[in-house]
């Protein structure tokens, strides 16, 4: 079994900020690409940023400059820091991890639960 939990979500004032942290627990073998993806009501899921377990980013546009993604890789966490936070930030904040269980399978996506982040005045 394999779990992602995510942490720290909540409401903020617009201008603020928070940090989002998601811990990979269970049966696993390696990790590779982990990140951040999240979905507003009544839309689709969309990609925020990945980072690879070298360290390599990428972000969507929308949050460039203002979020920042980490890991630690003895850890099997990922962190998403959030700065400058608007209202259309508001959603449903998803982790995701490939997961290799051990050497004889393939690695595969999981997901946390999501947490709730919510920008308003």
């Known amino acids: 079994q394999v779990q992602l939990v995510e942490s720290g979500g909540g409401l903020v004032q617009p201008g603020g900020f928070l940090r989002l942290s998601c811990a990979a627990s269970g049966s696993i073998f390696r990790i590779d690409d982990m990140g951040w993806y999240r979905q507003a009501p009544g839309k689709g899921r969309e990609f925020i940023a990945a980072i690879t377990s070298g360290g390599s980013t990428d972000y969507a546009d929308f949050v460039k400059g203002r979020f920042t993604i980490s890991r630690d890789n003895a850890k099997n966490t990922v962190n998403l820091q959030m700065n400058s936070l608007k209202p259309e930030d508001t959603a449903v904040y998803y982790c995701?991890?490939?997961?290799?269980?051990?050497?004889?399978?393939?690695?595969?996506?999981?997901w946390g639960q999501g947490t709730q982040v919510t920008v308003s005045s």
């Open positions: 995701n991890a490939r997961i290799k269980r051990n050497w004889t399978t393939s690695f595969k996506d999981y």
